[in-house]
């Protein structure tokens, strides 16, 4: 667990349901649930919300032991509407309050009453923490102008091959946890030699080895499966160690390679 600024837990591990439509999500948490997962990432994006709520009731675990990251979709920023968008999430995902509640990207004409927003339900007690998703130095450094609470998050696109070195280290010096999307780069590079012969030399496979490198970097990180035996995988990542050369070579494969989209360039 790492905690986050709002002073609570945030378990580091989170499924990740983006591309996972209704029923594969239902089934996915379920799943992640049953094999120790405790934190789910989804959004209103996602269209899942629902499926998503189901499944951690349907789980029968205590709704406090599960923690649940939601998203304000881009076209339902500003103040008033992301007061109506967070009341839609809680409706759809089932619940009382959302864990943390992220602004999905830094929208130039909304994000700030956006923020407004977010504070306002941090105050209503329907979100525990609130955070950012997508957000540069300078969408950061524009929101400490007008920001009450901090972020407790920013989520980004992360893995050795994209690893925003300058960014990470402005938001650990702000106090902001890493959030790693994409951790496993969609599949991409889960075949690159590198990255293969440390895998073997572990015992494990590529996807293990790059979640593990994140967990190395202090990130909280959320890949997606919605197969089994994947989402076990992803999850079985106690029972090794990369070396300080392990994580060495790692460092080494930066080469600036975006899997998702990148709003961070955004104005
Ligand atoms: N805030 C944002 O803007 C943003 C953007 C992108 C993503 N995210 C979040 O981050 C999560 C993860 O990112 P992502 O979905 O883009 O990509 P990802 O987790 O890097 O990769 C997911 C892909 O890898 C496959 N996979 C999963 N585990 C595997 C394994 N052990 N071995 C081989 N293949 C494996 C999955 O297929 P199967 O499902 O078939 O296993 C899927 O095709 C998203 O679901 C979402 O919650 C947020």
């Known amino acids: 667990m790492a905690r986050l600024s709002s002073g609570y837990l945030i378990p580091e ?26 934190h789910i990432d989804t959004a209103s994006f996602y269209r899942n919300e629902a499926e998503v709520g189901r499944a951690i009731h349907d789980s029968g675990l205590p709704r406090e032991d599960v923690f649940i990251t939601t998203k304000v979709w881009n076209s339902d920023q500003g103040y008033e509407n ?12 089932g619940t009382t309050f959302i864990d943390l509640y992220l602004i999905h990207a830094p929208v130039p004409e909304t994000r700030k ?36 609470i901090m972020p407790a998050v920013n989520q980004i696109e992360l893995s050795p091959y994209l690893q925003r070195r300058s960014l990470v280290q402005y938001c650990q010096d702000n106090g902001i946890v890493l959030e790693a999307y994409s951790p496993l780069t969609r599949g991409e590079k889960l075949n690159d030699p590198p990255l293969v012969r440390i895998a073997q030399q572990h015992g494990k496979t590529t996807a293990q080895v790059l979640i593990k490198w994140c967990l190395k970097k202090g990130y909280v990180t959320l890949p997606k499966s919605v197969n089994e035996s994947r989402i076990i995988q992803n999850f079985t990542v106690n029972d090794f160690d990369l070396s300080a050369e392990d994580m060495n070579v790692l460092d080494g494969l930066e080469c600036g390679l975006m899997v998702a989209w990148n709003p961070l360039e955004w104005e």
């Open 13 to 38: 591990i989170g499924l990740g349901v983006y591309l996972a439509n209704g029923n594969e999500a239902y089934q996915a948490v379920l799943t992640a649930l049953k094999h120790g997962y405790r």
């Open 82 to 93: 992301t007061l109506a968008a967070c009341e839609s999430s809680l409706n759809k995902l």
């Open 113 to 148: 009453e956006t923020y407004r927003a977010l504070e306002k339900l941090v105050e209503e007690r329907k979100v525990r923490s609130i955070g950012i998703s997508n957000y540069n130095i300078h969408h950061i450094e524009e929101l400490k102008t007008y920001a009450k």
